[in-house]
């Protein structure tokens, strides 16, 4: 499974969003492979995902994508990471 | 590299109940300690803010945190990270994370050369909030981050 998460720079948030997201899927026992991306990139990068998570300002512009767009608020909230995970991970 | 996050943040790096009028006022100072350390130049300063102006204020991640960035470009001279705590938290729009009370600055290289400090910052943010904005000096703040290191 593939899973982008998106920024704007992709040097900050979308790092930050990666390692948390790689650890609560480690805990949740998930393969998956995430990627960085900034929003310039996000789009094609997206095309083959399954998951792409970000923050709000992004959603939006990631526009018509076979991913599911994920939006999270707390970037340091695992709970609210596994949680919006699990619901958007296929059974 | 053995730094640690704490050993990353010299004073100059540092800015404690820092007075900002605004949220650009705050990134400012956030920018104006990246040039301090020799991380950055100007320009950068003011790529962050254009970075806000743009793109939104997705840099607030979290409840009262803002992670002041731009992408690595000639403003870059080396990776580092500054800490501005606010005497008075500002508005950056953001509908679930306002007020910010804490910025850091960030500038890095290129995209994988600052990944261990993201770790320990993530590691570190995610803890007591409250406790390391009541830090009173560098030394204090640098303490209670070596707490919360791994």
Redesign the interface.
């Known amino acids: 499974m593939k899973i982008v998460a998106v920024?704007?720079?992709?040097?900050?948030?979308s790092?930050?969003l990666k390692?948390?997201a790689e650890k609560v899927l480690r805990t949740l026992g998930v393969d998956a492979d995430v990627e960085?991306a900034?929003?310039g990139v996000a789009r094609g990068m997206a095309r083959d995902a399954q998951i792409v998570l970000t923050?709000?300002?992004?959603a939006d512009e990631i526009g018509e994508v076979p991913a599911n767009v994920i939006i999270i608020?707390?970037?340091?909230?695992?709970e609210e990471i596994t949680a919006k995970l699990k619901a958007a991970l296929p059974e | 590299m053995s730094d640690t996050l704490a050993d990353e943040l010299s004073d100059d790096a540092i800015v404690l109940h820092a007075d900002a009028s605004d949220w650009r006022s705050a990134v400012r100072i956030a920018g104006d300690a990246l040039v301090a350390t020799g991380s950055t130049t100007d320009e950068y300063t003011a790529e962050m803010i254009r970075?806000v102006e743009e793109?939104?204020?997705?840099?607030v991640?979290?409840?009262s945190?803002a992670?002041a960035?731009?992408?690595?470009s000639p403003a870059v001279l080396k990776t580092g990270l500054s800490w501005v705590s606010l005497a008075t938290p500002v508005e950056f729009g953001h509908?679930?994370?306002d007020p910010v009370r804490l910025i850091v600055g960030?500038a890095?290289v290129d995209?994988d050369s600052?990944?261990a400090t993201?770790?320990n910052?993530?590691g570190v943010?995610?803890g007591d909030l409250d406790r390391l904005l009541e830090a009173t000096s560098a030394e204090q703040l640098r303490e209670i981050i070596r707490e919360n290191t791994q």
């Open positions: 920024c704007g720079m992709g040097i900050g948030t790092v930050l390692m948390n960085a900034d929003i923050s709000e300002e992004f608020d707390n970037f340091f909230d695992l | 970075a793109l939104g204020p997705y840099i991640i979290a409840p945190i992670l960035h731009s992408r690595p509908s679930a994370n960030l890095a995209h600052h990944l993201m770790s910052l993530a943010l995610s």
